[in-house]
């Protein structure tokens, strides 16, 4: 996936509104409401855990990339694109609610807001990536990770 894609894709989850979900084989926003949306899905070899997959490495991506600017002003517009996706994952898990999807998505979004935080305050060359997002954040100066 290159740049553009990455952020074509980042823009593509940011306007996920509740009730959709993503064909990421089109990459078009789906409504989420009826047969058809399972059946479009179920024909493109799509499913919720797919969907998980590719948002997770969108954002991995993205963070890999926020992570990695050493610029004030590009850090914080890579933060602000990411927490404008947030929303749109937010979006999903009240599509998928009570599902493990959900569950997922949602410690997506709290790794997310971790790692803004710890870029925000200057810990950019602490933030160890490890190959799925989660608690990640490892403050080496004072010896604690959170």
């Given at each position: 996936?290159?740049?553009?894609?990455?952020?074509?894709?980042l823009?593509?989850?940011?306007?996920?509104?509740?009730?959709?979900?993503?064909?990421?084989?089109?990459?078009?926003?789906?409504?989420?409401n009826?047969?058809?949306?399972?059946?479009?899905?179920?024909?493109?070899?799509?499913?919720?855990?797919?969907?998980?997959?590719?948002?997770?490495?969108?954002?991995?991506?993205?963070?890999?990339?926020?992570?990695?600017?050493?610029?004030?002003?590009?850090?914080?517009?890579?933060?602000?694109?990411?927490?404008?996706?947030?929303?749109?994952?937010?979006?999903?898990?009240?599509?998928?609610?009570?599902?493990?999807?959900?569950?997922?998505?949602?410690?997506?979004?709290?790794?997310?807001?971790?790692?803004?935080?710890?870029?925000?305050?200057?810990?950019?060359?602490?933030i160890?990536?490890?190959?799925?997002?989660?608690?990640?954040?490892?403050?080496?100066?004072?010896?604690?990770?959170?």
């Amino acid at each position: 996936m290159s740049a553009d894609d990455v952020d074509d894709s980042l823009n593509l989850i940011s306007r996920v509104t509740p009730g959709d979900t993503i064909n990421i084989t089109t990459r078009e926003i789906v409504r989420h409401n009826s047969w058809y949306t399972w059946a479009t899905r179920n024909w493109y070899g799509e499913n919720k855990d797919m969907l998980v997959d590719w948002v997770t490495g969108v954002i991995q991506k993205e963070l890999t990339k926020l992570k990695d600017t050493r610029n004030i002003v590009q850090r914080k517009i890579k933060s602000e694109q990411l927490q404008i996706a947030t929303t749109g994952i937010r979006n999903l898990c009240s599509t998928y609610y009570g599902t493990a999807v959900a569950t997922k998505l949602n410690n997506l979004i709290g790794t997310i807001d971790k790692i803004i935080l710890a870029v925000s305050q200057g810990y950019s060359d602490s933030i160890i990536m490890g190959e799925k997002p989660g608690v990640i954040v490892i403050d080496t100066r004072f010896g604690r990770s959170y």
